[in-house]
């Protein structure tokens, strides 16, 4: 069930939240450690103790939601909020617990409840500090999920530890990378196993991480993982054969392996697909936004190269104008072209006017290399990123044959003799789609 926990004051307000007639039934189900069993009368008595602390969120409200599809039993309930009030430090303060009845998002009645407790020990007359409790919320919430054999909702499953058909591409990529490592999966397992009652419990545990129990050829009870590979459950969680068979029952009742197999390429078929096609879009972006980014760089370097241009004639003009004030005029120039000096100034301007035509053009060089340098760099980076997401669609492409054929060789293999296909089964293994496993 999800749980919802907070800090708060209000005494009085949450007593009228919790006995609003807006639900179809409301329920004081327990006040323990008040001095009144009224409810509105023990949360206000909370809120007077607090006045000698300086504690102004004096009550940590918890509310408890199970699945939608669930029949859950007062004694569930009350079994969560005993483990909560361990979790959360708060054993043995004042509590009082509200069930209601109304009707749920599936339009039929369902039952959640409400546990409020005081947070002032009244002993050191001081609030009880409760660190990380969203985390520690969490955490019993997965437990009672995988407990229960109820259906986990997407916000509960670790991020680390989610089934396939979960993931995003980009996790889906980096499982892949990750692979499956030894030492941390059977630890994995052995968890599930501690904290698992039943069999439905420990196959609910396992599909957290798309395994899936099954019967195995020879190994009793199995799990397949999301990618075809088959670990004896009595290695991964450290059992003897006897110790499982006890706690599961018999491995004959749970679907084949080769069902299982089957119905994993069914399940992921879909999926891969959905990736392949993610990933031609992606492409097609990255064709679009290098195609916008060469077409915004080759602007901008027109302008650059345009105001270029326009630099080096303003600058051309003035130094025109100034060769030109070299030359005197009226008897001085006549002179000047009588001595000589009016044809070394010639001459002194049409080298000028020669270096400068020079400086020009190497500007004009120097910023057609760099602007060459841009639209290759930009060039590689589109290249680069196109290979590797073109690479990705090569094994994304080489998984989707992979269950194709996982699928059509169990199709195959069930209008076959059983004693037949575990030989097939044994002779020729389909290899995992490109995971590295270290088993």
Same mark, same amino acid.
């Given at each position: ?16 939240? &919790? ?42 409200? &918890? ?66 500090? &409760? ?78 991480? #798309? ?37 599961? #029952? ?23 697909? #959905? ?86 053009? &190497? ?77």
């Amino acid at each position: 069930m999800i749980l919802v926990g907070n800090q708060r004051g209000g005494a009085k307000e949450l007593a009228v939240h &919790l006995l609003k007639p807006e639900n179809e039934r409301v329920e004081v189900h327990e006040v323990r450690d008040f001095a009144s069993e009224d409810l509105t009368e023990a949360l206000m008595e909370a809120y007077a103790v607090s006045r000698g602390t300086k504690c102004k969120q004096y009550l940590y409200s &918890l509310s408890l939601n199970p699945p939608a599809k669930e029949e859950v039993s007062v004694e569930v309930f009350e079994d969560a909020i005993e483990r909560a009030e361990e979790r959360l430090n708060l054993s043995g303060q004042p509590r009082a617990i509200v069930f209601h009845e109304k009707v749920g998002p599936t339009g039929e009645y369902r039952r959640h409840a409400h546990a409020v407790w005081s947070r002032i020990d009244t002993e050191e007359m001081k609030a009880i500090h &409760l660190p990380y409790t969203k985390r520690q919320l969490m955490d019993l919430a997965r437990e009672l999920y995988i407990e229960h054999g109820w259906e986990m909702p997407k916000g509960l499953i670790d991020r680390d530890l989610r089934n396939p058909l979960n993931y995003s591409l980009a996790e889906y990529q980096q499982a892949k990378r990750a692979g499956h490592d030894a030492k941390e999966l059977k630890a994995w397992f052995q968890k599930c196993w501690e904290r698992s009652d039943s069999t439905k419990a420990f196959s609910s545990a396992l599909r957290e991480r #798309g395994f899936y129990l099954s019967q195995g050829d020879r190994r009793g009870h199995v799990a397949v993982s999301y990618d075809g590979e088959v670990y004896a459950v009595s290695k991964w969680t450290g059992n003897r054969t006897k110790d499982v068979r006890e706690k599961l #029952g018999p491995h004959t009742d749970l679907p084949t392996m080769q069902k299982t197999k089957e119905q994993i390429a069914q399940d992921m078929a879909p999926k891969i697909k #959905g990736y392949v096609e993610e990933t031609k879009q992606k492409l097609n972006r990255v064709e679009e936004k290098f195609a916008k980014k060469r077409k915004s760089l080759i602007a901008a370097q027109q302008q650059e190269k345009q105001a270029l241009t326009e630099r080096q004639m303003q600058e051309e003009e003035k130094a025109r104008k100034e060769r030109d004030q070299r030359f005197n005029t009226g008897l001085a120039g006549l002179w000047d072209r009588v001595s000589g000096k009016h044809a070394r100034i010639r001459r002194q301007n049409e080298e000028d006017a020669t270096l400068a035509r020079l400086r020009d053009r &190497l500007q004009e060089h120097v910023l057609v290399d760099q602007q060459i340098g841009e639209r290759n760099r930009l060039r590689r980076l589109k290249n680069e990123k196109r290979a590797s997401t073109e690479k990705l669609r090569q094994e994304l492409k080489k998984d989707q044959s992979y269950y194709r054929r996982l699928r059509e060789k169990h199709k195959l293999v069930s209008r076959k003799d059983h004693a037949k296909d575990n030989q097939e089964q044994t002779n020729q293994p389909i290899r995992g789609p490109t995971l590295d496993h270290d088993r």
